[in-house]
């Protein structure tokens, strides 16, 4: 991709309204754009990020045989009359009223599979059933601030699992675990699980996945002898007098819920017939991941003073090709780009009629990993430089393509 | 995929309440499934469908230079403003208020891109502008019931275009509109330009892309030295003496709007600088193309009493794997399956304990391009044989891969 054709391009200010320093990165470097508080348009480059995030989830809950669909958005009353939610969550969801009939727009899905599972499932041969979508949810934030941390209009990932019993539930509950980790681990960042109450979801014990970062709205807590961290909710009085207790600033990427058979089964008729032809209530659990707190994550977890820095896995390009336009380079140039495209690499080309300075301050604050420069001081050779080194190399176009594969 | 773990299964009977063959076919075969009328769940088999046409129309939109982004779904009242809109289309849209707030959900972009524009956009050199999403849109129809050929609810593709000159804005709509004739041949849709009206969109001429089928809600005519179809509302006294005049039944697959400065530029100040540094509105275009209404479309125009005839481009798998439980035969369906998937090769592998004759009636309704037989009687070979034709043949694994590949 020529940079020249991107949209948009960086910007030198941080607009005011913002304080988060991802918001202020992402919007500074062209992956986001506000449209109102708490509400973002995803911009090129930052689809891309999410793309790839995508990827991977979609890779880790494949295989745990989980199948995607995709649910709506707006809502019928009635689906959430049947919990009790409609009432229970009013202060967190959109309602409204459209020629005398109620809706609700999506902050969630769990009703939404409830209804899917009791229309379409019969027997234990049914289950488990494990289906995830990723979609848009809404959510009523009163004072959004942080950036794309915390939206009234954000991306998740929702899977939901229904079992013939506890045993098959919490089996799958702790390999989607497993999957989340690997998840955040292959993105660069290291989760801690943390038990957390449930909020309007249940009254279970449920298990965030917590990232470590000084700006997190989440403390977590962290004890030597203790097998997981704890939410600062679920903190007893004395949990706080435990030996070589820590105290963590977070942010939650991700959270599980193992609801059991009471909350919506229960109450939707969520039921299955079993071996001796007895009508039983299914075991149910949820899990999600946010999709541009991520992305927002990344940025908070990946930064230095001159921009972002982003994981290898997750880049929107691979490569930032930086050509310094001396007489008599432009072929040169040209052929790094095509030979690294051919290759399968994905290079955004800085083809601009701007000064070195600025070209190499952008690719300092767009973040990706390695940056390429072409001039003629380079020759025949191309300087290599990864965004978290302050070293650079001269390479020939064959080591950078064996570098980058 | 083996069939005894996709969610869901098919069904004996359609529901009741659906009319259309598209809504009674995709939700036996389990495509989709009804959330409440004009909103239905993509189920697995729908959402591969759905992933397979979005595919197609990325690789053509991207070779138009056209750049995949993500805008919101819930807007404020203050930008459907800025054009009148937020009366004109109050019908159609869905509109409401939460906590002092007025707010919209997306039924159409316009508005939303050109603030983004305004924004980002300042010299004649940041255009042509050309970006698309794929996202939902939620339109208040009053008595939806043409399955998912018309939702309160449906997924879209939408392309914004914008630009420095009415030649370059014409240019660049007809290279869309070629983009469009082809995608839809890659879907085995022969759709038909037609001139139409711009309802709330616009109040030049705008494009259809029609597709002939005897249930569409749309007529068409034809006639033979006119250079494109013309809708019924667009049609004079004149036009119905014509020559040769043809009426067509069909279902809209697409439309494109070219805007021009006025409707949108000029009331939301969408401007650049010209080469001789004066302020002008760009030129401005829209195309739209709905992804539920072509799966819906795709069901209609490609079936048959049995079920539904999925092109090979858009089929969720390319083969269905009919095992006939015959004793030793196991070992052989396994390694077929496992070869088949090794060559890279979608196989939906029907692997359940029910009659040979369900598993054929089933592989109808699905309706999957390719089917084969693997049984007692088929031996060291396999059983071939296309949906859409009656015959079948005894071929090798490795005949059957190269047929496929």
Redesign the interface.
């Known amino acids: 991709m020529r940079y020249s054709?991107?949209?948009?391009?960086t910007k030198k200010e941080a607009p005011k309204d913002e304080v988060s320093a991802n918001a202020k990165l992402l919007i500074r470097a062209g992956f986001i754009?506000k449209?109102?508080a708490g509400?973002?348009?995803?911009?090129?480059l930052?689809?891309k990020v999410?793309e790839k995030i995508k990827k991977i989830i979609r890779e880790e809950l494949n295989k745990t045989?989980a199948?995607?669909?995709?649910?709506?958005?707006?809502?019928?009353k009635n689906l959430w009359n049947e919990t009790g939610r409609w009432e229970d969550a009013k202060e967190i969801m959109?309602?409204?009223?459209?020629?005398d009939k109620e809706?609700a727009?999506s902050f969630t899905h769990e009703e939404?599979v409830m209804?899917?599972l009791r229309?379409?499932?019969s027997s234990y041969k049914?289950l488990p059933?494990k289906?995830y979508?990723f979609s848009?949810k809404?959510r009523?934030e009163?004072r959004p601030k942080s950036g794309i941390l915390r939206g009234?209009?954000f991306?998740m990932k929702d899977l939901y699992s229904a079992h013939t019993s506890k045993e098959d539930l919490m089996d799958y509950y702790w390999q989607v675990a497993r999957a989340y980790l690997k998840i955040f681990k292959r993105m660069g960042l290291n989760a801690i699980i943390t038990d957390a109450p449930g909020g309007v979801f249940t009254d279970e014990i449920t298990h965030e996945f917590q990232v470590p970062c000084k700006v997190g709205e989440d403390t977590i807590y962290t004890a030597p002898n203790w097998e997981r961290a704890k939410n600062e909710q679920i903190l007893t009085e004395n949990d706080k007098k435990a030996a070589g207790l820590k105290q963590i600033k977070s942010i939650e990427v991700g959270n599980i819920f193992p609801f059991g058979t009471e909350k919506y089964a229960e109450k939707m008729h969520g039921q299955f017939t079993d071996k001796n032809g007895s009508k039983k209530n299914v075991w149910f659990a949820s899990y999600g991941i946010g999709i541009t707190r991520l992305i927002g994550t990344l940025a908070e977890v990946f930064h230095d003073d001159k921009g972002i820095m982003w994981p290898e896995s997750v880049t929107p390009y691979q490569v930032h090709l930086v050509h310094i336009e001396d007489p008599g380079t432009e072929p040169r140039v040209k052929e790094v780009y095509e030979k690294l495209t051919d290759a399968g690499i994905e290079v955004l080309w800085d083809d601009r009629d701007v000064s070195a300075g600025q070209k190499f301050s952008d690719a300092d604050l767009i973040g990706i990993p390695v940056r390429l420069v072409v001039s003629k001081k380079t020759g025949e050779k191309i300087e290599f430089k990864k965004r978290s080194e302050e070293n650079s190399e001269l390479l020939t176009l064959e080591e950078v393509i064996n570098k980058l594969k």
Chains 1, 2 share one sequence.
């Open positions: 054709l991107l949209f948009p391009k754009d449209l109102m509400s973002y348009t995803l911009l090129p930052g689809f999410s045989g199948q995607e669909l995709l649910m709506p958005l707006l809502h019928p959109f309602q409204f009223k459209k020629d809706y727009l939404i209804d899917l229309k379409h499932i049914d059933l289906v979508h848009t809404f009523n009163l009234r209009e991306l």
